[in-house]
């Protein structure tokens, strides 16, 4: 197998999961997300139902792959008791949540099928 080449990577989301009973700690979380990397990354929407491949409740980030590092830093020392899904954009949808994905907290079952390949 010859290696992938990172600068295949355009981009990168993460994506913070919660549901009911940790709702209040996920608008928290966002909101200094908001204050402390509001130059680094793109917040999405609050979304209260699992959406897409997502089994949880979740917003989404959305950072350049030059942010990579300070992001996923800040994340890893900051998320708290929430369960965050990181993954590159690299145009292979399916691999890109399937095989090249990073988990800070519990990891999850993705719905795969809601993925083009």
Known sequence: MSP????????WHAHVYFDAATRDAA??????IASD????VQIG???EKPVGPHPMW??????????????????ALNHGALDVFIHPNTGDEL????????????????????LSD
């Open 45 to 47: 929407r609050f979304h």
């Open 95 to 114: 691999g890109d949540h399937r095989d090249s994905a990073l988990w800070l907290g519990r990891s999850y079952a993705l719905d795969l099928s809601a």
């Open 4 to 11: 992938r080449d990172p600068s295949s990577i355009a981009s």
């Open 58 to 75: 979740s917003y989404q980030l959305a950072f350049e792959a030059d942010q990579f590092s300070c992001v996923t830093s800040w994340l």
């Open 37 to 40: 990397l509001a130059e680094r």
């Open 27 to 32: 608008w928290a979380l966002r909101e200094l």
